[in-house]
């Protein structure tokens, strides 16, 4: 009998992961795929991505709105995550689905599995064991680890640490990290293609691509760390920039607005609520630098052997490669991390830097190890905690 595989996705950047292995369950005979699309994808301030989904050839089965308005604080967030434990609620019993895959660490995702968890799924959970000591996710992603009882992480610390979380060995798989399946597969655009579809003159300027978003678990007030950002890539007026807008964090509009105030006044400057997948990967490809505070400065941005300036704490705790240079949100320190960045010494170390995050494969390992528990009936929702020795 045909298993019902329901892939949740409720932003930009968690679908741009999410696609390789949505379309391999797509294609695969023995499962049926049940794409549910939430969040942001459905806002104007943030592009409509879900033309995207569209765009890439897919069907969205199912569509639950649960933002009402623009996420200004707690309340909203708080609001609505309860909206989505609701609305999926809801949809999961009208719907039989077999597993659900959920991916990272957003509090939308927490509200979606809590629903699930409830409605007796289980669940797949891509990127588990990961730490970013700034933000509130951290623990989110470690709660939705233990609604979770198959999990793919991207590499073999982070598929330890899960277990350490008290998750049995033989159903944490290190798989690398999905998002270099994308990279792998796709025909990325050059540079003179990437300039004419976004209108910038780069095709013969340098650039860097730019995302910011809130530290939600820090007191620091976002507009004097947005401004501080600001402040140096003004010292920078020979460099383009391509700058994508920030989450539907408490904060996040904050961001939006002054980005877009800026771009007015720097001609230098291009801001995008969503770039898409393919514009987006090809955009790095091409870019001399990516600055912000991104996952996917750490995770993706790497594998091209470019530099990333990460600014913060927001992603304090992830595995780094040489490629990354950390600083703190201010415009001097901003300022000295840019400049060595795009040194030729720096740019030389970086053509050379292990990448930690797995081969690109990420996605035909998934679908392997899905196939290996749902066509057997191996899963069983009364999970056992595994225990490690504690050396105190």
């Known amino acids: 009998m045909t298993k019902t595989i ?28 049940l794409l549910a699309v939430t969040g ?3 806002r104007s301030e943030f592009g409509n991505t879900y033309k995207e989904i569209l765009a890439d050839g897919f069907s969205i089965d199912e569509r639950v709105d649960i933002i009402l308005s623009p996420i200004q604080n707690a309340v909203d967030v708080s609001s609505t995550m309860a909206r989505a434990i609701s609305g999926f609620a809801e949809m999961f019993s009208r719907r039989t689905v077999n597993l659900l895959i959920v991916l990272g660490d957003r509090y939308e995702t927490l509200a979606v599995s ?26 989110i992603r470690h709660a939705i ?18 277990i350490q979380l008290g998750e049995q060995p033989n159903r944490v798989y290190n798989v690398g990290a999905i998002g270099i399946d994308n990279v792998r597969q796709m025909e990325l655009l050059s540079k003179e293609d990437l300039a004419s579809i976004l209108n910038i003159d780069i ?9 910011f978003h809130p530290e939600t678990l820090n007191n620091k007030n976002v507009r004097d760390q947005c401004t501080q950002l600001l402040r140096a890539l003004s010292a920078f007026p020979d460099l383009k920039y391509i700058i994508t807008k920030s989450n539907a964090d408490e904060g996040g509009m904050i961001i939006n607005e002054m980005i877009d105030a800026y771009a007015k006044d720097h001609p230098n400057v291009l801001t995008v609520a969503s770039l898409g997948n393919l514009k ?8 001399s630098a ?9 995770l993706e941005v790497p594998y091209f052997k470019i530099p990333t300036v990460n600014l913060g704490i927001r992603q304090k705790g992830r595995i780094m490669a040489e490629t990354v240079i950390n600083c703190s949100i201010e415009t001097s320190e901003i300022v000295g991390a840019m400049k060595t960045a795009m040194s030729e010494d720096f740019l030389h170390r970086a053509a050379s830097a292990a990448y930690p ?25 009364k999970k056992e905690f595994y225990d490690i020795e504690v050396h105190e």
């Open 145 to 162: 680890t233990k609604l979770s009882y198959l999990h793919f992480t991207s590499c073999e610390a982070y598929r330890r640490r899960v």
């Open 280 to 287: 987006y990967l090809s955009a790095l490809k091409h870019a």
């Open 290 to 298: 990516v600055i912000g505070n991104s996952s996917s400065g750490i």
């Open 6 to 33: 329901c892939v949740v996705t409720a932003t930009r950047a968690e679908w741009g992961l999410l696609r390789p292995l949505a379309e391999l369950i797509k294609r695969d005979g023995e499962f049926n795929l």
């Open 357 to 381: 995050y797995g081969d690109g494969h990420a996605a035909e390992r998934i679908l392997a190890v899905l196939h290996e528990w749902l066509d057997n009936g191996r899963i069983d929702l």
């Open 203 to 211: 095709k013969n300027s340098k650039y860097c691509v730019v995302t």
């Open 114 to 139: 809590i629903a699930a968890l409830n409605a007796k799924i289980p669940i797949a959970h891509l990127h588990g064991g990961e730490l970013t000591e700034g933000a509130i996710d951290d623990s």
């Open 40 to 42: 942001t994808h459905f």
